[in-house]
DNA sequence: CAGGAATATTCTTTCATTGGAATATACAAG
DNA sequence: CTTGTATATTCCAATGAAAGAATATTCCTG
């Protein structure tokens, strides 16, 4: 998860991951769409494979890049226990289970 | 957004968001239960803040950290276009999309 | 198998981050 | 207003990440 999160903490990568959302880039695109020098694309993909936010194909000599579900996937259930903080389902959630606790209170009474 | 990641991209800032889930704590016992030194508590927590990860209440002397929403909703929102890589009910919707432009193809040959 | 194209690796320098130790600040109690 | 408690801040050393330049590797083409 740390590793995750540290792949995200760069610009460039962040850039990366977004403009992968356009479909699956080799790297030479991907270097000159982000202005970005060859080597520091493939060193910034690399650990964002590692980190499992993309995956790459070869392609004769290129190297095809898309983004990778697992890394993403694994942020977002990351958050998972988060989520009441914000979300307005688990407050609902919270009322009928006090609701439960407040019958359950009852039913000991009679 | 950057910031962020970055800020979970550390183990101990990791431990402490994920010890605030318990409630509220105050700085000596987050830096107690995760073995901190208390100055390496206060730094990460201060981290954190800017990050609107944690938020902080004063009570007399002490300083009482809770989760912040805002940080984690802001991972949330970011998440949002990359949900339908693994998520079904985009895939599901996708095909409804793909059959509506079908029928759409169909109308033109009538 | 020589040449060229696409990508990866290595090396170096620079800059930011982390932890530890010591110290400073804020506040409550007496 | 002094003392004790809780937290923040500063300074320093060590470690790690990022960019740039140069070079190496891989694979297609002829």
Redesign the interface.
Known sequence: ??ET??A????NR?RIVSLL?EGPQPVGTIAERLSLNQPQASKHLIVLKKARLVEVEARAQQRLYR?D?AG??A??EW?E???R??DARFTQMDEVIAQMVREETQDRKE
Chains 1, 2 share one sequence.
């Open positions: 998860m740390i999160f540290a995200l903490s760069d610009p962040l959302r983004l579900p993403l996937m942020v977002h958050l226990p988060y989520r903080l914000w």
